[in-house]
């Protein structure tokens, strides 16, 4: 049984935007989760649903730093494992994971290597393939966890690159025998370069990049390309955690198994949602088109009208996690209806091999 340590669960503005964390309780008051205690313990909370947020170490996976979002008392459906993009971090999810746990999915989320709170160089990573192992042992973990139920790997950007790399090759790094997803989604994921690119420069870069590996590139995106929600763009500007850096030897690795992955997408025969806003300048549109074709009967290809490239947590949010969860129930089988997550308090049963050093309590997303 992989061994996980706990880290302290810290608030913080970076961690939720729509429901105005830091947490509060039902007066409005905020709290903290310090050393397994609330500075100011909760009141009643009525009407709203009740998520353990446990934070994590990942000590086989160079101790990345993880985020688990779980009701506790064993009645979600199935865990999805949530692959960030880059500069991103898990914390950002935390309103994404709420959204889905009402509907009945607890959400598992790592900072990727050179991310958030992991260790590492600000985007860098000892190897495309260490990150598939990173998958592979959380999926592990969480089977044994979750009492073998329904997994889905759902990847944005960067992070919908190595989530469908991933699914083609899984069977190299599964050696714990655990069985095929459930399902796939990809949320605009970062397959080629956007087709604005000079392609002479990428190339370029690509040479360039097997001989420096070390070189680390900075480009911030412009705050309108990646949301529509200005709170959000503010949260985004303020979080320390967010960063724009990618080393060559990553960006070279990105395009060859963004390639990859196109070459043999007729390989995967996992139910897959392809995801993306129609105004997504981040990525190659035609790229995800191609790739879901290609996939044939297991793909849904969906463009959300308006959508910029963090779709997840856009103006149009809820409704991308409420399609999300029509998909879920229909193509992962035996869900069965959503859950009612309202007025249900419940004790905390942390993951088998982990030790709870502090758990919040959060409001419902609306």
């Known amino acids: 049984m992989t061994a996980f340590r706990m880290n302290l669960f810290r608030t913080g503005p970076s961690e939720c935007h729509r429901d105005k964390c830091p947490l509060r309780n039902s ?184 001989l420096f590996r070390w070189i680390r590139l900075s480009k911030p995106p412009r705050m309108d390309q990646l949301t529509r929600d200005h709170a959000v763009a503010e949260r985004l500007r303020a979080d320390p955690l967010q960063h724009s850096r990618i080393s060559l030897y990553l960006a070279t690795q990105l395009l060859a198994q963004g390639r990859f992955a196109l070459d043999h997408a007729s390989a995967i025969e996992t139910p897959t949602l392809v995801l993306l806003g129609d105004e997504d300048e981040l990525i190659d549109q035609a790229a995800c088109r191609n790739l879901s074709l290609r996939m044939r009967e297991w793909s849904e290809f969906v463009r959300w009208p308006g959508g910029r490239h963090h779709l997840l947590y856009d103006v149009d949010a809820e409704d991308v996690a409420d399609h999300l969860a029509v998909w879920m129930d229909r193509e992962v089988g035996g869900v069965g209806p959503a859950m009612q997550l309202v007025d249900h308090p419940i004790t905390s049963q942390p993951i088998q091999g982990c030790r709870t050093l502090g758990t919040a309590m959060l409001p419902s997303a609306r």
């Open 27 to 210: 007066a409005g008051r905020e709290f903290r989760a310090i050393s397994g205690h609330f500075e100011t313990p909760p009141a009643k909370i009525n009407q709203v649903t009740i998520v353990i947020a446990q934070s994590l170490t990942v000590p086989d996976a160079d101790g990345l730093h993880a985020r688990l979002w779980h009701r506790g008392d064993g009645s979600e459906r199935g865990v999805m494992i949530l692959v960030h993009g880059l500069g991103d971090h898990g914390g950002r999810y935390a309103c994404f994971a709420k959204r889905m746990l009402r509907r009945g999915w607890a959400v598992f989320a790592f900072d990727l290597p050179g991310h958030g709170r992991s260790p590492g160089r600000r985007g860098t990573a000892k190897s495309y393939d260490s990150v598939l192992q990173t998958i592979a042992a959380s999926r592990k973990l969480l089977w044994e966890s979750f009492a073998e139920k329904e997994q889905v790997l759902i990847g944005h950007s960067m992070g919908g690159n190595f989530a469908v790399n991933y699914a083609l090759r899984h069977a190299e790094f599964d050696a714990y025998g655990t069985p095929d997803l459930s399902g796939l989604v990809l949320v605009a994921p970062m397959l080629m370069p956007p087709s604005f690119l000079d392609r002479h420069k990428i190339l370029a870069a690509w040479g360039t990049g097997q």
